[in-house]
């Protein structure tokens, strides 16, 4: 069975910086495309970041390009999400997600499985 376990959130106070890991056990997903959303209180699931199988290639939500970096280590099964400039709006959970696919993607309709979330609040 897919499990993908996220860690890292907290409380941190804006300006500052938390790191996000997803690691996903089951089967081994190093061909598979993966990503993170976030949804904030009474607000839609949206999409942050995503990266392909490679990791070579990402792609960034403009709220957070510049700021967040995503990467992955296949050996470990993991990836991750490196949070640097946080501000108050970035305040949600934080979820990631695996594709079936080995590409990017944006929707989360992309994506077959999700972990339980992890929560990241920014203080202003």
């Known amino acids: 069975q897919v499990q993908l376990v996220e860690s890292g959130g907290g409380l941190v106070q804006a300006g500052g910086s938390l790191r996000l890991a997803c690691a996903a056990s089951?089967?081994?997903?190093?061909?598979?495309?993966m990503g993170w959303f976030r949804q904030a209180p009474g607000l839609e699931r949206e999409f942050v970041a995503t990266?392909?199988?490679?990791?070579?290639?990402?792609y960034y939500a403009a709220s957070v390009k510049g700021r967040f970096t995503i990467s992955r280590d296949n050996t470990k099964n993991t990836m991750y999400l490196q949070m640097n400039m946080l501000k108050p709006e970035d305040t949600a959970i934080y979820y990631c997600?695996?594709?079936?696919?080995?590409?990017?993607?944006?929707?989360?309709?992309?994506?077959?499985?999700w972990g339980q979330g992890t929560q990241v609040t920014v203080s202003s």
């Open positions: 997600a695996v594709r079936l696919r080995g590409g990017l993607g944006l929707s989360g309709y992309d994506y077959s499985d």
């Open positions: 089951g089967r081994t997903f190093s061909r598979n495309g």
């Open positions: 990266t392909d199988w490679t990791g070579l290639n990402t």
